[in-house]
């Protein structure tokens, strides 16, 4: 059965850090490109980063662009997104989903893209 968990998620003061975990169950996550997602209350939910199964290539969306980092380690079967440089409007429930291919294209921002979620881990910043 595919089973994906986020953790890591809390409440930090802008201009903090957060790493984020994804771990994942019932497939091999070296077969598939791994997204980060995140939503707010009332708003859709964004891509914000797509990995693919070799890490190339690689997507940031541009509200994130530079700040955050998605990584992964296909023998753990975990993939991981740092976050750094906090903002108050990165607040929002972060979810990490398997994508429908084993890499990512243009459109990683499509929630359409993937097949499979997590239940989601809060992240909240504010001072």
């Known amino acids: 059965q595919v089973h994906l968990e986020e953790s890591g998620g809390g409440s930090v003061q802008p201009g903090g850090s957060l790493r984020l975990y994804c771990a994942a169950s019932?497939?091999?996550?070296?077969?598939?490109?791994i997204g980060w997602l995140r939503q707010v209350p009332g708003k859709e939910r964004e891509g914000i980063s797509c990995?693919?199964?070799?890490?190339?290539?690689?997507y940031y969306s541009n509200s994130v662009k530079g700040r955050f980092t998605i990584s992964r380690d296909n023998r753990k079967n975990i993939a991981y997104l740092e976050m750094n440089n906090l903002k108050p409007e990165d607040t929002a429930i972060y979810y990490c989903a398997r994508a429908k291919a084993f890499t990512c294209s243009g459109g990683y921002y499509h929630t359409d893209m993937y097949d499979f979620w997590g239940q989601g881990t809060q992240v909240t910043v504010s001072s």
């Open positions: 019932g497939f091999r996550l070296g077969d598939y490109a």
């Open positions: 990995i693919s199964n070799s890490e190339d290539p690689i």
